[in-house]
């Protein structure tokens, strides 16, 4: 479970959050909206540690421990997973070989034992064909090239194969058409288990028609402002950002 | 990929600033007193039972090398060196002149074994993947041992050291050594001219595919002892071989001296691919010792459709001065550079290549990836030329830096001449940036920040690995990662 209190962080300067709640039980799927520049993105960021977003004052709890004092990849190693809004290219790193090497440095992490070679390819091709990765892409080098879908695509595939307890997707739907939106969403469907939780930050209603939430908060300068069920999300499809902007 | 899960497991098990082959082999050797003149060109001539030509040979090479001056061209900076400080002769007291494996002193064989250089043949013939490799292994200023000679000499290929090959061969060093890079050519060739120690000779005879990998294996192990080896690879016609370089030294405080000359002739139809993993011992964190790597390493593409491909991956020595180049004098002949410079710490590199077009249709390709990191220097000198009857010369050149961190520097310093109007010559350069992105990308995929850099920069110089042999291309990833650690806070 994940327990964020009284979150503040400072980005170049600038408090982007102030003083932010909220708590994500085992299980459950919460989607965070909001309008531009309400914190949305700094949220994920903080939670996967970046360096330059400056904590000020607040804990982040999870699964009992301390977050904020774990570094990135122990963040990861722990099961903390962010599928970015703008995945990077790593030119000359075959898509496989990045896959494999996050993989089992994970699982050794986690004292599990490392997949032979044989035993992550049928892994990695059962869950490519659920995400209708064409194996084709796996073979180009990471990201580079990547259309916006595959990119986002790719992103769900390491979802699936690093096997994380916390979830956080930032606007995985952004930049997608329909279809494409669609398939993401199975993807993250299929990855929801009772014990796994998941942060969806989405700008828009539209992913959510298709990732259904079970509680959903709203945004608003840095500040968790509003938060409700699903019913949340359609509202404010109707009335629109314009009483959370900030004044 | 496992190789980089070895990288990073070979990264983690040692500790920032320690150099794997740093040892010292105690054992007792043969010196010429300290200092250079006439008498201890001599004593080195001497010493190897040279012909009466050679002794010639070198003395007129000194001569000439009292009255050059050091080059000051290149983008490196570091103390003058007192040449008559140095030892320019020292061998192990148990070898005189190379032996069968069975007489070889054992604390030889387990400084080889130490450094994982297979000399014994039973062993490497009973490796799992059965990659056969023919060693000859120089220590100091002498060759040690070279393996497979029996099994390369049915084939009639000529393996073995330079001054064996001047009593066994005679006509042939004869009539082609200093052919390629004369004794009058530069500073540091001319001083190896006269001083020379030790090195490989390798002929292979026309039409003959050589049956397995070539490499000698150096290792500087005096103090104060600089090693000036010689090496002449001689493919003749419709010959091919491949031959790979590896070269290691122990951690010193002061400065060593390695000015080696390299020199390759393939004739008609003849292919020479020639690999150096170049891991001198780079100096501490401080800049403090380190080898200073002057070597002159040319190929002569003598003969028509003749091709000759340097492959280079240099991760050591305190400063690198090097330029493997290739003379295209045959119609049709061809030349390759493919480069993988790394610069960590305080290490300079001054390192490139020599494209000279002077035969008809002939081509070129030079694909450079140089790595800066720490507060290191890092520059590729590449001259691309074609003479006046060169119709039809073309070349390709990619050079690409990649900067680890903001105290180190890359530059490109391209010089290109084209006297003959139908040549082609294109250039392509890029600098970039190993990103906080990039970084932090895979860091949230749980790898470390050093598994990341070894990975991204693997990544970077991929075109170039592929051009190395099967068998070294492990070993090379290891040493990228290893190479690069502590390069990243």
């Known amino acids: 479970m994940l327990e964020i209190k009284n979150l503040h962080v400072n980005v170049e300067g600038r408090e982007i959050l102030r003083g932010l709640d909220l708590i994500l039980p085992q299980g459950e799927v919460h989607a965070i909206m909001g309008p531009n520049g309400s914190g949305k993105s700094t949220l994920a960021y903080v939670l996967a540690g970046k360096e330059e977003y400056e904590v000020t004052a607040g804990t982040v709890t999870w699964k009992g421990e301390d977050l904020l004092a774990m570094d990135p990849s122990e963040r990861a190693a722990s099961g903390v997973f962010l599928a970015f809004q703008y995945p990077m290219e790593i030119p000359g790193v075959a898509t496989m070989t990045f896959l494999r090497t996050a993989v089992n440095t994970v699982r050794k992490a986690r004292g599990e034992t490392e997949l032979s070679t044989p035993d992550f390819l049928r892994f990695v091709r059962e869950k490519a064909k659920l995400l209708k990765i064409d194996p084709e892409m796996l073979k180009r080098p990471l990201n580079v090239g990547f259309s916006g879908g595959e990119k986002k695509r790719n992103e769900i595939l390491q979802m699936a194969l690093l096997e994380p307890a916390l979830c956080v997707l930032d606007e995985t739907d952004s930049g997608l058409d329909i279809d494409a939106v669609r398939i993401v969403a199975e993807g993250v469907n299929a990855l929801r288990t009772p014990d796994r939780a998941m942060l969806v930050i989405t700008h828009y209603q539209r992913l959510l028609n298709y990732i259904v939430p079970d509680r959903v908060h709203v945004l608003s300068d840095g500040r968790v402002a509003r938060s409700g069920g699903p019913e949340l999300a359609l509202e404010l499809e109707e009335s629109g950002y314009a009483e959370f902007e900030a004044a | ?489």
């Not at chain 2, 493997?324 to 305080?346: K, M, T, V």
């Not at chain 2, 250039?427 to 190993?434: L, N």
């Open chain 2, 1 to 489: 990929m496992p190789a980089v899960q070895e990288t990073v497991a070979r990264v983690k098990a040692i500790d920032v600033d320690k150099y794997k082959y740093g040892f010292f082999t105690d054992i007792e050797s043969v010196k010429a007193p300290r200092g250079l003149n006439e008498d201890i060109v001599r004593f080195i001539s001497a010493k190897k039972g040279e012909p009466e030509w050679l002794t010639e040979w070198r003395l007129e090479a000194y001569r000439r090398w009292l009255t050059m001056q050091e080059p000051k061209w290149a983008n490196v900076k570091y103390p003058k060196i007192d040449f008559q400080e140095l030892y320019y002769y020292s061998a192990p007291k148990s070898t005189e002149g190379p032996k069968s494996l069975a007489e070889v002193d054992p604390e030889l064989l387990r400084t080889y074994e130490r450094l994982g250089i297979p000399l014994s043949e039973q062993k490497v013939l009973a490796g799992v993947d059965g990659a056969r490799v023919a060693v000859d292994a120089v220590f100091d200023s002498v060759s040690v041992v070279t393996t497979f000679k029996e099994e390369l000499a049915k084939a009639g290929v000529i393996f073995t050291s330079v001054s064996e090959a001047v009593k066994t061969h005679p006509e042939l060093v004869r009539k082609y050594l200093g052919s390629v890079v004369p004794s009058t050519d530069n500073f540091y060739a001319t001083l190896n001219s006269a001083v020379f120690s030790d090195g490989s000779f390798v002929y292979v005879p026309p039409g003959v595919r050589c049956p397995m990998e070539l490499s000698t294996y150096f290792r500087i192990n005096e103090r104060q002892t600089g090693q000036f080896e010689r090496t002449l690879i001689i493919a003749d016609k419709g010959a091919y071989v491949s031959y790979l370089e590896g070269c290691t030294a122990p951690m010193r405080d002061e400065n060593q001296l390695h000015a080696a000359v390299v020199e390759l002739v393939a004739l008609d139809d003849a292919e020479i691919k020639y690999s150096t993993v170049q891991n001198w011992y780079p100096g501490d964190a401080a800049g403090k010792g380190g080898v200073y790597n002057f070597v002159t390493k040319r190929g002569d593409c003598r003969g028509k459709n003749s091709k000759i491909s340097w492959t280079q991956v240099e991760t050591g020595s305190a400063i690198t001065w090097k330029y493997p180049s290739c003379i295209l004098r045959g119609d049709g002949s061809r030349g390759e550079f493919y480069s993988i410079a790394i610069s960590n710490g305080h290490q300079q590199v001054d390192s490139g290549t020599k494209m000279v077009h002077l035969g008809r249709d002939t081509s070129s390709r030079i694909i450079s990836k140089g790595i800066a990191a720490g507060h290191s220097n890092n520059t590729y000198r590449g001259l691309v030329s074609a003479h006046r009857k060169a119709s039809n010369a073309r070349n390709f050149t990619n050079c690409d830096s990649l900067l680890i961190g903001d105290k180190c520097g890359a530059h490109t310093v391209p010089y290109i001449e084209a006297k003959n109007a139908s040549a082609t010559f294109e250039h392509e350069a890029t600098t970039s940036k190993i990103s906080d992105d990039q970084l932090f990308y895979c860091l949230q995929r749980g790898l470390s920040a050093e598994e990341a850099v070894a990975l991204i920069v693997n990544g970077f110089v991929r075109d170039v690995l592929q051009q190395l042999p099967m068998e070294f291309m492990a070993e090379t990833q290891k040493l990228i990662g290893i190479s690069l650690e502590g390069s990243v806070g």
